[in-house]
């Protein structure tokens, strides 16, 4: 079975420039997470999606961040514009939840690494 | 005060050695704990689950300490292969839906 895909898997680009993630979660999964993760740093939640509602985007930086999950499959994660801060791992992770008072197992898909110059 | 909190390390240790890494989380309705395990620069896979009662699977054990909220993991005989970095990973119930609180991670680095 497929695991958790993202693409692009490293993009590089200069301040102001908008750059766009895509993720598509393992079938079936109904939860999905976008992450950032600087180095030595734990991934800090973006936005969590429930099928296709958003239903923790608290910590996303909506100036410049946005994101979507249509039809509750496939999620695209924008930043415009970029930032040199902004340079990091972004993490895509899909899990199955069952409505239960534990969330499933997170997989994680490798990462988009973005360098912002 | 962050929701999770780690001890970044780095633990130097030989191979062979027992090493423990613990975790601290600061909201006392937290439900359910885990162990994920990240290699340089590779996603988090889930290592270990950590259950009330503690749980053991093979050389790696992982307790729950509730009164203190804290959770530990264990490696015994380590090894070269241990090397990683490890996040400890907190659930609990908010607005209806399960958050999700990863560590920063505690590295380890296993020498030969």
């Known amino acids: 079975e497929a695991g958790v895909v993202q693409s692009p898997r490293y993009k590089i680009i200069e301040k102001k420039q908008p750059v766009a993630f895509w993720c598509n979660p393992i079938?079936?999964?109904?939860?999905l997470y976008w992450y950032l993760q600087n180095l030595g740093q734990g991934p800090e939640l973006l936005i969590r999606?429930?099928?296709?509602?958003?239903?923790?985007d608290s910590q996303l930086p909506k100036d410049r961040f946005s994101a979507e999950r249509l039809k509750g499959v496939d999620s695209t994660l924008k930043i415009q514009p970029a930032e040199l801060g902004d340079s990091a791992v972004y993490l895509c992770?899909?899990?199955?939840?069952?409505?239960?008072?534990?969330?499933?197992?997170?997989?994680f898909g490798e990462g988009s690494r973005l360098t912002v110059l | 005060r962050k929701e999770v909190e780690q001890d970044p390390g780095p633990f130097n240790v030989p191979e062979g050695a027992t090493v423990a890494f613990n975790c601290t989380y600061s909201?006392?309705?937290?439900?359910?704990f885990f162990w994920y395990r990240q290699d340089c620069r590779k996603e988090p896979k889930l290592l270990m689950s950590?259950?009330?009662s503690g749980n053991e699977d093979g050389r790696f054990t992982a307790q729950l300490n509730r009164a203190s909220q804290y959770i530990s993991l264990l490696i015994r005989d380590s090894k070269l292969s241990d090397s990683a970095t490890y996040l400890c990973?907190?659930?609990?119930?908010?607005?209806?839906?399960?958050?999700?609180?990863f560590g920063t991670g505690t590295k380890l680095q296993v020498i030969p």
């Open positions: 950590v259950y009330s």
């Open positions: 990973v907190v659930n609990r119930r908010s607005g209806g839906y399960q958050k999700v609180t």
């Open positions: 079938s079936g999964h109904n939860t």
């Open positions: 909201n006392s309705a937290s439900q359910s």
């Open positions: 992770a899909s899990s199955l939840d069952l409505g239960s008072s534990v969330s499933g197992e997170l997989f």
């Open positions: 999606y429930e099928n296709e509602e958003a239903v923790d």
